[in-house]
């Protein structure tokens, strides 16, 4: 805990708490971005010495932000238009595989979401793991995911 695994305030100024409830999995900081950290992404590629984010995979849960629900993040943006971009995030979203990837980004392509204009990844696959975008079996579902 010495070490502040969560800098710049991210739990009390970024986590949402709506109706009591905080939305441990999302960080909703700058007005137009949510972020959102599925659970199964939050491990990463590489260990950067200068990691901000090592709290994510350390193996204590509970200094994790992580969601398994993507209706919470359906849910989320519904009640905030002014979101345009969800960027997900963790570790690295896309150690995770095609199947799971798409679970949920496809509630949020099927939402009535109309003033959601981007999702975006937080990946450095492209330079740590290429196969996951070239070679491994579901690098083509990965790919257009
Ligand atoms: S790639 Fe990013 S999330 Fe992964 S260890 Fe490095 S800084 Fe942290």
Known sequence: ????????GQIDLNV????????????????????????QGQTCHAYCTYCFRWAQFVGLDDLKFAAREAET??????RHREVSDVLFTGGDPLVMRASVLRRYVE??????????????????????????????????????A
């Open 1 to 8: 805990m010495a070490m502040n695994p969560h800098p710049a």
């Open 16 to 39: 949402p708490l709506e109706v009591g409830v905080e939305r441990r999995g999302l960080q909703h900081k700058y007005r137009p971005t949510a972020l959102f950290f599925p659970a």
């Open 73 to 78: 993040l359906v849910d989320y943006l519904a």
């Open 107 to 144: 509630p949020l392509l099927r939402a009535d979401l109309p003033h959601l204009a981007h999702i975006r990844f937080g990946t450095k696959a492209l330079a740590y793991w290429p196969a996951r975008l070239l070679t491994d079996p579901d690098a083509a579902a990965r790919g257009s």
